[in-house]
C-alpha cells in the first residue's frame, strides 16, 4: 500500500488544488494534472494510463473532473488503483453548486483564473477570432462571471480584456479555496482513517471507535459544505459535537467582527443564571483549548485567518477516560469547522451587495423613468410607452386615443403667484389626472412644462372624449385660484382628443400630431373645453 494519496485534476484548477493542499498541510497528498479538454476531445482511458504510470507511488489516485474532461473511463489503469469523481461542472471543485446554477440560469459565462489566465489560446482552440466570438457569446451570453479563487492577482485584468474582446460585461464572484478545502479535507481525512484501520489492526477495539469518530466527523464537513445560512451551519455543527463525544452539555458563542453575537446551548433547558455564566465564561475565553473545571470536557476558540469565529464548549462527555482523544479529533476538524462558516459569511455579504445592487438600479431607472415635480411619468417614459402600446394595438387590431391636456394661462399664473405656486398646481394636476385614469393598461404622464397626455389603449374616440371631459371637470373642481385667467376664476385645462387605428402604413406620432392640433383648436376657440381631431368638442361650464 502506498504512502501517499494523489488528486488528478484538469491543469486549470492545478494552482488552486496545490495551495489548498498546503495550507491544510497535507504534506502525504500530492496534485497531478491533465491537459485542460474544453472544447477538445474528452480524456482517452490511454492518456490517463500514461499519467497515472506518473504516479505509482501514490494509491489511491482520486480523478476529478466533469463530462467536458473524461470519457467513459471507469476500469482500473496501468498499476495504480483510482477513484472517478465526476462532477456535474468543472466549477463544482471551488463552488458551492447552488451559485453555479444561479449564474448558468441568468445566462452567465462561467471562467477561472487558470481558465482566463490562457484565454487567447483557448479561444484559438475553440476556432473563434474575434468577430465570431464576439457573435457566438452575444447571442448566448449575458455577463461573463469569474469565480476567483484569489490564486492570480492578474485575474482581474484577464477578465477585463476577454470581456472587452467579447463585448461583455463582466462580474467578479470571490469564492476563495474554502471549497476545495473542503472537499479535499473530507477526501483526506476519510483516506487517513481508512490507512489508520490498516495499520492499527493490533488495536482493534480503540481504532475502531476512532474510525466511527472520523466517519461522523467526516459526515460534518460534507453537511457543513451544503450550508448557506449561518444558523444551519452551526445546528449542524453543535449536532456533530454532541453525538461525537457523547456530551451531555454542547455551548456556543458565535462572534462577528470580534465581537461576541449568537449564544447556542444544548440542552436549552438551563436556569436564566446558568446560561449567562456560560455565556461570559465563553466570552472571557482567550486560550486556543482548556480543559473545563469539571474534568469532563473542554473548550475551543474556532478561528479563521486570525480571527476568532466562536467558542464552544464540550461539556458532561459521558466517556471521560476518552477525553484527551476527543480533544484531539476536536482539534483536527475544528479549524475545519471553520471554513464553511467564514463562506457563508462571505455568500451572505454578496446576497446583500446584490440587493443593494438591485435597489440602486430600480432607483435609477425610477429617476430615469419619473418626473421629478409631479412624480407621474416623464417624457421619456412616455415616448417608450405609445411606441410599445402603438405595436401592440397593431397586432390585435384595436384603437388607440391620446388626450393632450394644456393649463389653461399658466405664465399668468405664475406670473401672479409665483413659481412655488406653479410647482404646487402642477402637481395637483397630476394627481387629478392619475384618479381619473383608473384602467391598470392606461397611463399618465407630463408632456412637457404645463402639458400633459394620456394615453388610452384600446379605447375609441367615444371613450377617450368622456374620460377627457372627466378630467376637464374634475381639475376644475379643484378650485385652484387664477386671477389672472381669462376663462374662469379657477384653474382650468384644454385637452385635445386623437383616436388612431395603428397599421403598417401609420406611425404613433401621427395620432399625437393629432391630438396636438385639437389641442390647438381647443385654446384657440376660448380655451376651458374638449376637442376631438374631427371637429367635436364640448365646451367648459
Given at each position: ?18 495551495t489548498a493542499l498546503a495550507l491544510e498541510g497535507f504534506a502525504d497528498a500530492a496534485v497531478a494534472a491533465y491537459p485542460a479538454r ?456 384644454s385637452l385635445g382628443v386623437a383616436q388612431g387605428v395603428p397599421s403598417p402604413e401609420t406611425k404613433a406620432d401621427a395620432v399625437l ?29
Amino acid at each position: 500500500m502506498g504512502g501517499r494519496i494523489a488528486i488528478l485534476l484538469c491543469e486549470h484548477y492545478r494552482r488552486e488544488a496545490e495551495t489548498a493542499l498546503a495550507l491544510e498541510g497535507f504534506a502525504d497528498a500530492a496534485v497531478a494534472a491533465y491537459p485542460a479538454r474544453c472544447n477538445r476531445p474528452p480524456l482517452q482511458a490511454e492518456e490517463l494510463d500514461e499519467i497515472l504510470f506518473s504516479l505509482d507511488d501514490c494509491n489511491p489516485v482520486h480523478l476529478f473532473g466533469a463530462a467536458c474532461c473524461l470519457a467513459d473511463i471507469a476500469k482500473p489503469a496501468a498499476g495504480a488503483l483510482h477513484v472517478l469523481h465526476r462532477l456535474p461542472q468543472c466549477f463544482s471543485l471551488i463552488a458551492d453548486q447552488d451559485i453555479i446554477d444561479r449564474c448558468i440560469r441568468e445566462g452567465a459565462y462561467l471562467v477561472t483564473p487558470g481558465w482566463l489566465a490562457d484565454w487567447p489560446a483557448c479561444l484559438e482552440r475553440m476556432g473563434f477570432n474575434r468577430e465570431p466570438a464576439r457573435e457566438m457569446f452575444r447571442e448566448t451570453t449575458s455577463r461573463v462571471i469569474l469565480l476567483d479563487t484569489g490564486i492570480d492577482p492578474l485575474s482581474g485584468f484577464y477578465l477585463k480584456d476577454f470581456a472587452d474582446f467579447i463585448e461583455r460585461p463582466y462580474q467578479i464572484i470571490p469564492v476563495g479555496l474554502s471549497h476545495m478545502r473542503l472537499q479535499f479535507t473530507k477526501l483526506i481525512l476519510g483516506w487517513r482513517m481508512e490507512q489508520q484501520l490498516r495499520e492499527s489492526f493490533d488495536a482493534a477495539r480503540e481504532m475502531s471507535k476512532q474510525s466511527a469518530d472520523y466517519a461522523m466527523a467526516v459526515d460534518l464537513l460534507g453537511k457543513l459544505a451544503q450550508t448557506t445560512e449561518e444558523m444551519e451551519a452551526v445546528e449542524a455543527m453543535l449536532d456533530v459535537f454532541t453525538m461525537l463525544f457523547a456530551a451531555g452539555r454542547v455551548s456556543y458563542l458565535s462572534f462577528v467582527d470580534g465581537r461576541p453575537e449568537r449564544f447556542y446551548l444544548r440542552p436549552e433547558e438551563a436556569k436564566p443564571e446558568d446560561r449567562e455564566a456560560i455565556r461570559i465564561q465563553l466570552t472571557d475565553f482567550r486560550e486556543d483549548s482548556a480543559w473545563m473545571e469539571s474534568g469532563t470536557g473542554f473548550l475551543l476558540r474556532i478561528v479563521h485567518r486570525g480571527e476568532t469565529q466562536g467558542v464552544i464548549a464540550i461539556d458532561r462527555i459521558t466517556f471521560p477516560e476518552y477525553r484527551e482523544h476527543y480533544l484531539n479529533l476536536a482539534l483536527s476538524i475544528v479549524n475545519v469547522c471553520a471554513l464553511p462558516i467564514d463562506n457563508i459569511h462571505k455568500y451572505q455579504k454578496l446576497k446583500k451587495t446584490e440587493e443593494l445592487l438591485r435597489k440602486a438600479n430600480d432607483e435609477l431607472f425610477r429617476l430615469a423613468t419619473t418626473d421629478a415635480l409631479t412624480g407621474i411619468a416623464n417624457r421619456r417614459s412616455f415616448d417608450a410607452y405609445l411606441d410599445r402600446e402603438w405595436k401592440r394595438m397593431l397586432r390585435e387590431k384595436t384603437p388607440l386615443s391620446l388626450v393632450l391636456c394644456d393649463i389653461d394661462y399658466f405664465k399668468k399664473f405664475n406670473d401672479l403667484y409665483g413659481h412655488q405656486a406653479g410647482d404646487a398646481c402642477l402637481q395637483s394636476v397630476a394627481q387629478a389626472l392619475r384618479g381619473c385614469v383608473v384602467r391598470p393598461g392606461d397611463f399618465v404622464a407630463r408632456y412637457g412644462g404645463e402639458e400633459f397626455v394620456v394615453v388610452l389603449p384600446g379605447t375609441p374616440v367615444e371613450g377617450a372624449l368622456h374620460i377627457a371631459e372627466q378630467i376637464r371637470t374634475d381639475i376644475r373642481k379643484l378650485s385652484i385660484n387664477h386671477a389672472g385667467s381669462d376663462v374662469d376664476p379657477f384653474v382650468t385645462l384644454s385637452l385635445g382628443v386623437a383616436q388612431g387605428v395603428p397599421s403598417p402604413e401609420t406611425k404613433a406620432d401621427a395620432v399625437l400630431r393629432a391630438a396636438d392640433a385639437a389641442l390647438y383648436k381647443a385654446k384657440k376657440q376660448g380655451r376651458n373645453r374638449v376637442v376631438v381631431a374631427d371637429g367635436k368638442n364640448i365646451e367648459g361650464i
